[in-house]
């Protein structure tokens, strides 16, 4: 069964960089598929941050591009998230999630976790 | 990159029916057939229910369906239940590996 699973610092200061691990057990993130992130701020609706696919490849949503980079530990099996310069803006709920194919159909997600910017 | 347009609500009586549209543009809801649909209740992480248009994952009740014409797809809820009360997002491949989501459908079973 494939999990993943957010970790991080619950609460970021203004202009500084935001960083999420995902850890994924259940599947070697290196063998195939597509891995990525997702936001959602609170009370709001879903925007897709970026993905990778396993072969190296970063993909990044061009509104924020600028400003992420997806990262991978094959050793670990987990991939990250940065995120520069944040502002009250990028408070949100962040998912990692895996898609099967270029579809975009993400099915298996993690459980998310509340990324606050405040200072 | 915009995201793609849901009614912000959605509703029926248990038994009926309910459509949701998700409206984009020739760049990605009407370029291919790779629109997705998420469950999502809350508290909790976005449940896959739809993808490439119309096929159902393993699991997903066949009163799940989907659909897509021009440039707007649509999730049909048949026999809604009270369980199928929850916000439904539509996501779509935008070209060049990037995705776009809808703005999200609260659908409440009355």
């Known amino acids: 069964q494939v999990q993943l699973q957010e970790s991080g610092p619950g609460l970021v200061k203004p202009s500084e960089t935001l960083s999420l691990i995902c850890a994924v057990s259940?599947?070697?993130?290196?063998?195939?598929?597509?891995w990525g992130w997702i936001r959602q701020p609170p009370g709001k609706g879903l925007e897709w941050i970026g993905s990778?696919?396993?072969?190296?490849?970063?993909y990044y949503n061009p509104s924020l591009k600028s400003r992420v980079t997806i990262s991978v530990d094959t050793s670990k099996n987990q991939f990250s998230l940065r995120l520069s310069s944040v502002t009250a803006a990028d408070t949100a709920f962040y998912y990692c999630?895996?898609?099967?194919?270029?579809?975009?159909?993400?099915?298996?997600w993690g459980q998310g976790t509340l990324v606050t910017v405040s200072s | 990159q915009s995201a793609l347009t849901q009614p912000p609500s959605a509703s029926g009586s248990p038994g009926q029916s309910v459509t949701i549209s998700c409206t984009g543009t020739s760049s990605d809801v009407g370029a291919y057939k790779y629109v997705s649909w998420y469950q999502q209740h809350p508290g909790k992480a976005p449940k896959l229910m739809i993808s490439e248009v119309s096929k159902r994952p393993a699991g997903v009740p066949d009163r799940f369906s989907g659909s897509k014409s021009g440039n707007t797809a649509s999730l049909t809820v048949s026999g809604l239940q009270a369980e199928d009360e929850a916000d439904y997002y539509c996501?779509?491949?935008?070209?060049?590996?990037?995705?776009?989501f809808g703005t999200g459908t609260k659908v409440t079973v009355l």
């Open positions: 999630a895996r898609s099967g194919d270029i579809s975009g159909a993400n099915d298996y």
């Open positions: 259940g599947y070697s993130i290196r063998s195939n598929y597509y």
């Open positions: 996501s779509s491949y935008a070209g060049s590996n990037t995705y776009v």
């Open positions: 990778f696919y396993h072969s190296g490849s970063t």
